[in-house]
């Protein structure tokens, strides 16, 4: 139901702005966005434009880095030959042979910005061991975005799963440093699944555990 109603509080924002008379419900904030995202792993099959793949992976360079580091590379496959061919080897194959894209989110290991926290800091070579906690983040923010744009999408497990990464490597040509860190099939939902709950105060510990 909380991801219907925010379904149509997209769709009114979306829409009705060029409807004189009505009155638009407010845009979804980003709290609707964060608790109303859920998992999508079937889509239309339907293309999803280069537009709103761009404002995805700008969500995606958004994220906190650690010491502005900036490790992520994005390998972004729209093909549907190419889709079918590197990904859909796996037994959930659907969720990437209808989806509208594929972003794999990789973490360039050897990458960090001198002099260190700069916003202009120019990239050096040298390890990076915060890459897995970025690239973690920019993969978050993706998913948000991309459900805030009325897509669906579901993060799938790259590394440190060799054997689902090495192939996906070689076939995108993906260098030897730069790590896929995750599989994201980006889409236009076929499905619409309740968000879980996932709110257990008996996870937190105020002021001490
Ligand atoms: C590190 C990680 C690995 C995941 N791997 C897979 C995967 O390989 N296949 C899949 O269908 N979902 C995968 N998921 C999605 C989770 O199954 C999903 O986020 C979880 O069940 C909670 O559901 P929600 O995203 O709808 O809240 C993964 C999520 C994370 C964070």
Redesign the pocket.
Known sequence: MRRLFFMAALLAATVLPGCQAQEAPATPSALDVIMT???I?SFTGDPVSKEQLETILKAGMAAPTAMNGQPWRFVVVTDKDKIAEVFAAGP?SG?FTTAGAVIVVCGETTAMRKPFGQPDAAEVEMPNMFWYEDC?AA?ENI?LAAHALGLGA????GYPAQE?IAPIAAALGIPEKVVPL??IPVGIPAEN?E??D?WKPENIHWEQW
């Open positions: 995202r859920t998992s792993r959930r969720m973690s993969a998913l579901v993060w799938t497990a689902r995750c599989i699944p968000p879980k996932k």
